[in-house]
């Protein structure tokens, strides 16, 4: 059966301040999605609503101190406690076990590949494990009874980089809140130059908190990572094809050298050398030699013949 009505409870200097709303009006309105008219199934403040018992303008006032209703139905819808419908209840459960899944998955592994679980997988585990979700409780508060109801279902390692940073003073005051937005402090000190935190912070984060760090100080903050995590993020976060050294680029080693990179230190054997006699070749001297030698010839024959 559907309600009627939604009753909505705020308690002030030890009065508790009643208003019936229409189902499914109030988070719309707390969303800015509806106007008040839209919302009051009446105009009445109670005391009881079950007795019909109203607030009177002096309970209002020694309250809220006003007597204005609108002023202090306001009041009670920004801040009172919801008496949420089973739909609305459900709904809002939904997105916190929703929200739970995620962050195992975000700041969880499985520890036997380092890689995340699939979601799937965490949201069956959270299902055998027989995980009551508190719809009202946050996230982190959560976890640690959860993580208590895994092992044997979901074998889980929280993942985190561990690195200490260090802040110039005059940059401490703008750099604190990014800090501890993207990470978790664990321990801070003060050094005359620097203000130093320990820090533990997901890898998915990591590259976000270094960013707006380096922003604020101006490229003058100092990283060091302390734990094995962050080598294996680095190197799951080069790009493919330089995971290691080229052979052959180091000066000296000739092994691995282009082969059709001339050497200008190697002889070619093609190559002519202009000291070495070819034996193919015809020396002139010679040829004239060889002339001379037959006309001396010639000559001494035509001396024989005239001689007879």
Known sequence: MAEKYQIVRY???????EILTKPGTVLNYRNNKCKLNDVLESDAIFLDHRALTQASNQDLISA???DDKNACIITILDKGELNLSSNERKEKTDKKKAEIINYIHKYFVDPKTNQSHPIVRIENALVDAKVNVDMNQPVEEQM????????GILSVKKVEIEAILKIP??????????????????REKYTPSHYVFEIGVIPGNYDILMKDVQKITEGNADISVSNQQNQQVTQDEQPKGRKGKRKGKGKGNQTNQNPNQKNPNQKNPNQKNPNQKNPNQKNPNQKNQRNNQKNQTQTNQKKGGKKK
């Open 144 to 151: 640690t009874e959860i993580l208590k109801k895994l092992p």
């Open 64 to 66: 809220f101190g006003t």
């Open 169 to 186: 003073h005059k940059y401490l005051g703008q750099s604190q809140g990014i800090i501890r937005k993207w990470a978790t402090v664990n």
């Open 11 to 17: 308690k002030i200097k030890k009065k508790k301040f």
